[in-house]
């Protein structure tokens, strides 16, 4: 008999994109389609309904980003494996995503063979990560200038908080404000945040709110 085809889940905010996946995958022998999502929300419902082997997820969607229903399907389904799918290959998605257990990190740039070769990959029980990604992903200093750390880890909800009002274009006084804190705080802050996503100005700054669906 042949092999059963790997079940998997589509999730993204953009149907014709969700609708282009589909109709090159269908053509797929290997693998079966067993739902389509729209939002992190209706993935998890999915996901607890069809135990989908894989799961091609978006990052930025609206309510529950990419990001946190990765980490939720990971311990609501550990068989199911996820592999993002990102227009940005910004090294903090990558890092957090990668210690989170996610199977694969694909740019939505990449190519049908590439995409077929990381669903088999990772449907395999490997991991897979974009080929222009590899030097960010296994790089050994991504806890480098912060003492302690063992792990990568996403800003902190407070800074959360400061990169929304830095958006809002509001002031280090406003923002210390409206956060009540010191100005010396915010700038700390700032200075943090920066580092943590390796933006050197605010356009990488900007960029990343819009994959995270801020902006």
Known sequence: MPPRPCTVLL????PMFVDGIE???DRVSEVLIVGKAHNG??????????????VLMDI??????????????????????????SMYGHREFVLE??????????????????LLNAI??????????????????????RNHDREGETRYGPLTSREVDVVKLILQERTTQE???????????????????????DCRNMVGLV????????K
């Not at 999730?11 to 953009?14: A, E, M, R, S, T």
């Not at 929300?41 to 894989?54: G, Q």
């Not at 923002?175 to 996503?197: M, P, Q, Y």
Request: glycine letters at 8%; proline letters at 3%; charged letters at 25%.
């Open 11 to 14: 999730v993204d905010d953009q």
């Open 23 to 25: 109709s090159l995958l």
């Open 41 to 54: 929300n209706d993935a998890l419902e999915l996901v607890s309904t069809h135990k989908p082997d894989l």
């Open 60 to 85: 930025s969607m609206p309510g529950m980003d990419g990001i946190e229903a990765t980490k939720r399907i990971c311990k609501a389904s550990p068989d199911t494996r996820v592999i993002v799918l």
């Open 97 to 114: 995503l990668l210690d989170s257990g996610v199977g694969g990190y694909l740019l939505k740039t990449s190519g049908k063979d590439e």
């Open 120 to 141: 088999r990959t990772v449907a395999q029980g490997d991991q897979y990560i974009a080929q222009e990604l590899r030097a960010v992903a296994h790089a050994a200093d």
């Open 175 to 197: 923002i210390a404000d409206g956060l009540s804190l010191s100005v010396a705080t915010v700038e700390t802050h700032r200075r943090n945040i920066f580092h943590k996503l």
């Open 207 to 214: 960029k990343y709110a819009m994959e995270r669906g801020w």
